[in-house]
């Protein structure tokens, strides 16, 4: 399988992460969203999207280029049931959706790149008033989450091991601390994060350890 990302894209570190949990290898292929590569004829004529993450798939008919994270980890989980990300129970199935696309569709969209470039180059938006818009819209969904993981008593994780909710957690809240974002008022979510980032499937996973990240030593 091959891995078309960007280091810092929260969509193409929750696949990392799904990756990495269920064992199953892959081999990274850096996709510059700064050069905006993802638009490329190269690349949107095997993603409509031009957007990442991308997956290049061997199945039995051939390759399959596969796009929107959500749907690939959710196919991950079909086409190889070993070490499920999905609990096996409806209830709890439900729950770790319900709060995983929160975060998907809640947030992701009003906080992407094209939209904050919008901001900026449209409306003038000066990068201190970007901050806000994202703070904004963080506090919007991630206030409520931690309510409801206060409802749910979670401890290190969201039910016994890190499955579909932690892989969308954890880059959420990457970016959001990219943003100054407080979580002091968030024990729940901030444990959950101490919890998967000492799991060395999350630290593979990680934005820092990515061979594009040109930080990376
Ligand atoms: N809903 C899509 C969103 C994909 C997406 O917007 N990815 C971002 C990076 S996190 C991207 O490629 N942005 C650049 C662009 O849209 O031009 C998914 O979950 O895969």
């Given amino acids: 399988m091959k ?3 960007y280091y810092r894209s929260s969509t193409s570190y929750r696949l990392r992460i799904a990756l990495e949990l269920k064992g199953i290898a892959f081999e990274n292929v850096p996709v510059n969203l700064l050069k905006t ?14 957007s990442v993450p991308m997956l290049e798939t061997e199945t039995d008919g051939g390759k399959v280029d596969r796009a929107q994270s959500m749907a690939i980890i959710e196919w ?10 999905l609990p096996a129970d409806t209830e709890q199935r439900y729950i770790a959706r319900e709060l995983a696309y929160a975060i998907a569709t809640e947030l992701h969209a009003p906080l992407n790149l094209p939209v904050l470039k919008y901001l900026a180059n449209e409306y003038g938006k000066s990068p201190e008033e970007i901050g806000i818009w994202y703070r904004h819209w ?13 409802q ?3 401890g290190d994780f969201l039910f016994a091991t890190p499955g579909f909710f932690e892989v969308c957690l954890l880059p959420q809240m990457y970016n959001a ?3 100054d974002f407080d979580f002091s008022d968030k024990p729940r979510m901030e444990r959950i994060e101490a919890a998967c980032l000492a799991l060395p499937a999350f630290q593979r996973a990680h934005p820092d350890n990515q061979p594009d990240n040109p930080e990376k030593g």
Avoid: I
């Avoid at 991950?76 to 990300?85: N, Q, V």
């Fill in 152 to 154: 749910l008593e979670t």
């Fill in 177 to 179: 601390r990219r943003f």
């Fill in 138 to 150: 963080l506090a919007r969904t991630l206030e409520p989450l931690e309510q409801r993981l206060d």
């Fill in 37 to 50: 590569e993802q638009k490329s004829d190269a690349f949107t004529s095997r993603n409509a999207f031009g």
């Fill in 76 to 85: 991950l989980d079909e086409a190889y049931p070993e070490k499920p990300l």
């Fill in 3 to 5: 891995l078309f990302g």
